[in-house]
C-alpha cells in the first residue's frame, strides 16, 4: 500500500502541482478571500492539479516505456494502470464539486481549466495548437480564484491575460528536457516545431510579457518592486536555462525557472495589494 501511495505521489507531478496549488492560495489570500476560501481554492487547485498529472501519466504509459523512463510510476510498476484511471477520475470529478464553494460561476471556471488542460494530454499535445490549453488553464485560475469571492466579481482582464502568457510561457520550457524523446514516439507539438532556441526564446518573451503586463496591467504606476520582478523575468530564466546545459540528462531548470517567476509575480500582487 505505502508502495502505491508514494507512486501515485510520484505520478502526480508533485512539484509542479505543488507549486501551482501554493501560488493559487497566495493569489486567493491577496484578493481577499477568507481562510476557508483560500483552502477551498488551494483544494480545488490541488484536485485539477492531480487529475491532470495523473492523467498524462496514464495517456503516456506506453510513450514512457518505449523510450525508458524509469521516472515514471507507470512504467517502473509502482502503480497500475487501472489504479491510476480510478485516481484520476475521483481527482476530476473532485474539481467542480469543490469549486461550487465560491458559486456556480467559478466551478465553471475551474472545470474549464480541467477540461482545457486534459484535452492538452489528448488530442492537442502533438498539435501545432498546443501552446493553447497552457494559456486557457493558467488564464482559468486567476479568474477562478476572483470569481469565488462574494459577489462573484469580475476577474480583471490584465490579471487573466499575465496569467496565459505565463502559461503559454510554461508549455514551451516544460517541453524543452522531452524533446528528443518526443520526436522518438511521434509528439510533434508546437514546442517541437520550433526547435530548442526558438522554444527558448518563446519561453523568456511570453514570461517577460507576462510580468510586464502583471506590473503595468494595474491603475497607476509601476512601483520599484514590479520593476524589479521584470528585471527577475529577465534574470531567472537566463540562469535557469545555463544551469540546465551544465546538467547533464533531462533537466527540469527551465520548468522550474518559470515556477520561480510565478512565484515572484504573485508574491509582487500580494504585497502590493492590487489582485482585484
Partial sequence: MSTRVLGLVRASHPEPAAAVTV???????????????VAAVALTVLASQLAVGWSNDLIDADRDAAVGRTDKPVTTGEVARPALARATAVAAVAVPVLALAGGPAAAACATLGLVSALLYNRPLK?????????????GALPAFVVLALPGSP??????VAAAALLGAGAHFANVLPD??????TGVRGLPHRLG????????AGLLLAATVALVLGPPGPPSWA???AVAAAVAVPAVGWYAGRATAGRSATAFRAVLVVAL????LLVTSGRVV
Avoid at 154 to 159: H, N
Avoid at 179 to 184: E, K, P, V
Fill in 196 to 203: 530548442p532556441v526558438g522554444s527558448r526564446l518563446a519561453a
Fill in 226 to 228: 514590479g520593476l524589479s
Fill in 179 to 184: 524533446l528528443a524523446d518526443d520526436a522518438r
Fill in 23 to 37: 501560488v493559487a492560495a497566495l493569489l486567493a489570500a491577496g484578493a481577499g478571500h477568507s481562510a476557508s476560501g
Fill in 264 to 267: 515572484i509575480d504573485v508574491v
Fill in 126 to 138: 502533438s498539435t501545432p495548437v498546443s501552446v493553447l490549453p497552457y494559456a486557457v488553464s493558467f
Fill in 154 to 159: 469580475a476577474p480583471p482582464a490584465w490579471l
